[in-house]
């Protein structure tokens, strides 16, 4: 087992304590949006000699990953969001391997504003809920949507124009509605402008249901004219209490909204964004990636051994144990794992030795090690692959 520091992100939607309050770091009054840990080329993890845990597998895949020529497939990461992140969509396998070789081939700098394709890969993701967690995901249904329009077309266009893409139902409407808004001539600025001052005055409206109205006026404050904001309400807005999980797959449209949780995704930074951020955007392309068969987001298969809660979302690249320890605790994940301590102390051992985490602490546990145990008083979160 090898200990890990991790690599924390402070990007701008991040809050300022929840982290530092769940991990027992000292808060720095700069937001800390994510701590990392794994082997990603642009934030691996580092182990107790400086060394990026990257480096380490990449000298002995076999005994790391259980694969002669393999690599970390999963992140384990912890978020806390004080401030919506962008509206975003992951790509597939297929897409994410053309998209690199593309801007690899084209020269385009890794660390690049404009880089969208970071490595080769597909980037599914759950989102695990530590407090009340708030997120968008995937599409309402296409006659809920334009019931939320309608009152809106008399005074703005845009809103008119979803509506009238959306009157012969079903999916493919749905697909028209939100193509609309993402790349139609239809919603420049002035247009956006439009629409959120009339999803403003229906917020006001005597018996009117605020609750497509309200998550646009209130982002059009930070991002005033943005093409997300049409985007928003035909959103699904998703509520996760603690212990909740959701999963992501590539192809859904989603922001997360605010909240604290765990996620665990492919070993991908691989972001495609379609407003809502002022990072690089590409709305075309965005609306290519999408999954408009309208399945919707998944919850977890989520089954209990003991004081072991597993979840295991319908992918094959990852799954995450969430472990109350008292006492003595083994944990039948097989695999590269990646544990973090959450609360209290415990000790892990495994056939090749033992260390211990305190709350905040985090290992790597090779797959030739064999199974972990764990002594102690805590909670702890491990992730490993989704292999059955």
Same mark, same amino acid.
């Given at each position: 087992?090898?200990?890990?520091?991790?690599?924390?992100?402070?990007?701008?939607?991040?809050?300022?304590?929840?982290?530092?309050? &769940?991990?027992?770091?000292?808060?720095?009054?700069?937001?800390?949006?994510?701590?990392?840990?794994?082997?990603?080329? =642009?934030?691996?993890?580092?182990?107790?000699?400086?060394?990026? &845990?990257?480096?380490?597998?990449?000298?002995?895949?076999?005994?790391?990953?259980?694969?002669?020529?393999?690599?970390?497939?999963?992140?384990?990461?912890?978020?806390?969001?004080?401030?919506?992140?962008?509206?975003?969509?992951?790509?597939?396998?297929?897409?994410?391997?053309?998209?690199?070789?593309?801007?690899?081939?084209?020269?385009?700098?890794?660390?690049?504003?404009?880089?969208?394709?970071?490595?080769?890969?597909?980037?599914?993701?759950? /989102?695990?809920?530590?407090?009340?967690?708030?997120? &968008?995901?995937?599409? !309402?249904?296409?006659?809920?949507? !334009?019931?939320?329009?309608?009152?809106?077309?008399?005074?703005?266009?845009?809103?008119?124009?979803?509506?009238?893409?959306?009157?012969?139902?079903?999916?493919?409407?749905?697909?028209?509605?939100?193509? =609309?808004?993402?790349?139609?001539?239809?919603?420049?600025?002035?247009?956006?402008?439009?629409?959120?001052?009339?999803?403003?005055?229906?917020?006001?409206?005597?018996?009117?249901?605020?609750?497509?109205?309200?998550?646009?006026?209130?982002?059009?404050?930070?991002?005033?004219?943005?093409?997300?904001?049409?985007?928003?309400?035909?959103?699904?807005?998703?509520?996760?209490?603690?212990?909740?999980?959701?999963?992501?797959?590539?192809?859904?449209?989603?922001?997360?909204?605010?909240?604290?949780? /765990?996620?665990?995704?492919?070993?991908?930074?691989?972001?495609?964004?379609?407003? &809502?951020?002022?990072?690089?955007?590409?709305?075309?392309?965005?609306?290519?990636?999408?999954?408009?068969?309208?399945?919707?987001?998944?919850?977890?298969?989520?089954?209990?051994?003991?004081? /072991? !809660?597993?979840?295991?979302?319908?992918?094959?690249?990852?799954?995450?144990?969430? /472990?109350?320890?008292?006492?003595?605790?083994?944990?039948?994940?097989?695999?590269?794992?990646?544990?973090?301590?959450?609360?209290?102390?415990?000790?892990?051992? =495994?056939?090749?030795?033992?260390?211990?985490?305190?709350?905040?602490?985090?290992?790597?546990?090779?797959?030739?090690?064999?199974?972990?145990?764990?002594?102690?008083?805590?909670?702890?979160?491990?992730?490993?692959?989704?292999?059955?």
């Amino acid at each position: 087992m090898l200990r890990l520091d991790h690599v924390v992100r402070d990007y701008a939607w991040g809050s300022v304590d929840a982290i530092p309050r &769940l991990l027992g770091l000292e808060p720095t009054g700069q937001p800390v949006a994510e701590v990392w840990l794994g082997a990603h080329r =642009t934030g691996s993890a580092v182990v107790d000699a400086g060394v990026p &845990l990257r480096d380490v597998i990449a000298r002995n895949p076999l005994a790391c990953c259980g694969e002669p020529a393999g690599e970390l497939p999963f992140l384990l990461k912890v978020l806390g969001v004080a401030n919506p992140l962008s509206l975003q969509v992951h790509p597939g396998a297929d897409q994410s391997r053309g998209g690199y070789a593309r801007e690899e081939a084209a020269g385009i700098a890794l660390e690049a504003p404009n880089r969208t394709y970071k490595d080769p890969f597909a980037k599914p993701e759950m /989102i695990y809920a530590l407090s009340s967690f708030e997120l &968008l995901a995937g599409f !309402r249904r296409s006659e809920e949507v !334009r019931a939320s329009l309608e009152p809106l077309a008399a005074s703005s266009t845009l809103a008119a124009a979803m509506a009238q893409a959306l009157a012969p139902g079903g999916r493919d409407s749905l697909r028209q509605a939100v193509q =609309t808004a993402l790349t139609g001539a239809e919603a420049n600025q002035s247009a956006v402008e439009e629409f959120t001052a009339a999803c403003r005055r229906q917020l006001g409206a005597p018996g009117a249901d605020p609750g497509p109205y309200a998550l646009p006026v209130a982002l059009a404050k930070r991002f005033p004219g943005d093409r997300g904001l049409a985007v928003v309400m035909t959103m699904a807005h998703v509520s996760l209490a603690p212990g909740e999980a959701m999963y992501v797959a590539p192809g859904t449209l989603h922001s997360y909204l605010r909240g604290l949780g /765990i996620e665990v995704m492919g070993a991908s930074d691989n972001v495609l964004r379609a407003g &809502l951020t002022g990072k690089y955007i590409d709305r075309e392309r965005v609306a290519t990636t999408i999954d408009w068969s309208g399945r919707p987001p998944a919850r977890p298969a989520v089954s209990r051994v003991g004081s /072991i !809660r597993l979840l295991r979302p319908p992918t094959d690249v990852f799954q995450l144990a969430d /472990i109350r320890v008292s006492g003595v605790v083994e944990v039948a994940l097989e695999g590269p794992r990646l544990a973090l301590a959450l609360e209290g102390e415990v000790t892990a051992f =495994t056939d090749l030795g033992s260390l211990h985490l305190a709350r905040g602490g985090a290992l790597f546990a090779m797959s030739s090690e064999g199974p972990v145990t764990l002594r102690g008083k805590g909670r702890v979160v491990m992730a490993a692959s989704g292999r059955r």
